[in-house]
T-cell receptor
């Protein structure tokens, strides 16, 4: 079975603090894709990043960085120098291929609150 | 390029009624996914349509159904509404393993 666990339900930080959102996944497939999405209060999920299972390079995009470690089945997301606009629910997701089907599985999300 | 559009934005129904939610995918995307986001439960996978066929469904009762039209737009129907069906219903479109693109959702309230 495929599963995505985001153990942190809610994180509260003060602006300019660094914060890491954890994501642990389970899958038996060797080929899969991991994603992070942001859901601001407006409700729409915004795609942030995709990583395939064969690419363990970490990635940095501005204040955002992602650490993918297959050895621990984790795909953690760090926001450096957080800002109030980063306040949102963040979802980690896994897509695997099973018999020609691509079935996205989402974690329960982590609510990030950044205080001014 | 137009994004995924969902209608209506809000829908208020009473118990026992039927609700119909609509979704138009991004041009070129053949897959449409429906998710239910109830308070505190994250995104629960409902249905996946691709090329007009239902490819997979999540752990929901049969009163949740839908279809995909030849232009790849999709409809989600919820029959015999129950109070716990109140949630944000999100539609997403995609192509194979590409990132899903989500609409703004339909907020369904059952009273």
């Amino acid at each position: 079975a495929q599963k995505v666990t985001q153990a942190q339900t809610e994180i509260s930080v003060v602006e300019k603090e660094d914060v890491t959102l954890d994501c642990v996944y389970e899958t038996r497939d060797t080929t899969y894709y991991l994603f992070w999405y942001k859901q601001p209060p407006s409700g729409e999920l915004v795609f942030l990043i995709r990583r395939n299972s064969f690419d363990e390079q970490n990635e940095i995009s501005g204040r955002y960085s992602w650490n993918f470690q297959k050895s621990t089945s984790s795909f953690n997301f760090t926001i450096t120098a957080s800002q109030v606009v980063d306040s949102a629910v963040y979802f980690c997701a896994l897509i695997f291929q099973s018999g020609g089907s691509y079935i996205p599985t989402f974690g329960r999300g982590t609510s990030l609150i950044v205080h001014p | 390029e137009a994004g995924v559009t969902q209608s209506p934005t809000h829908l208020i129904k009473t118990r026992g009624q039927q609700a119909t939610l609509r979704c138009s995918p991004i041009s070129g995307h053949t897959s449409v996914y429906w998710y239910q986001q109830a308070l505190g439960l994250g995104l629960q996978f409902l249905l996946w349509y691709d090329e007009g066929e239902e490819r997979n469904r999540g752990n929901f009762p049969p009163r949740f159904s839908g279809r995909q039209f030849p232009n790849y737009s999709s409809e989600l129907n919820v029959n015999a509404l129950e109070l716990e069906d109140s949630a944000l219903y999100l539609c997403a479109s995609g192509l194979n393993n590409s990132p899903l693109h989500f609409g703004n959702g339909t907020r369904l309230t059952v009273t």
